[in-house]
């Protein structure tokens, strides 16, 4: 599976930006997706993540409430949307794919098979 994210840009604190994930894959609707983020100097971190039938998601505490997953399987395209971000929220953030992720392993990066390249994300103040 290929992923490309895409719809990163600079975006004012409390402003709103949608990150989107598109796949190469026909069978991407069999497959798990995670948002990450990485911030200059700090380690990856999880965001959320969306289970195949698009009806478990979860969360970050930090971004809970303010951000929502989503996906199109007909498109094959899985969405971040992001709402009041904040300048903490500023990171390359990658989405990343497994057909076989569990609940109890959702937040590790270590679960995902495929990854894109980053978007990068900075909210201003």
């Known amino acids: 599976v290929q992923l490309q994210a895409s719809g990163g840009g600079l975006v004012q604190a409390g402003g709103t930006l949608r990150l989107s994930c598109a796949a190469s894959?026909?069978?991407?609707?069999?497959?798990?997706v995670g948002w990450f983020r990485q911030a200059p100097g700090k380690e990856r971190e999880f965001v959320a993540a969306?289970?195949?039938?698009?009806?478990?998601?979860y969360y970050a505490d930090s971004v809970k409430g303010r951000f929502t997953i989503s996906r199109d399987n007909a498109k094959n395209m899985v969405y971040l949307q992001m709402n009041s971000p904040k300048p903490e929220d500023t990171a390359l953030y990658y989405c990343?794919?497994?057909?076989?992720?569990?609940?109890?392993?959702?937040?590790?990066?270590?679960?995902?098979?495929?990854w894109g390249q980053g978007t990068q994300v900075t909210v201003s103040s």
């Open positions: 894959r026909r069978s991407f609707s069999t497959y798990s």
């Open positions: 969306i289970f195949r039938s698009g009806g478990n998601t």
């Open positions: 990343a794919s497994s057909n076989s992720l569990i609940v109890s392993t959702v937040r590790s990066a270590s679960a995902y098979d495929y």
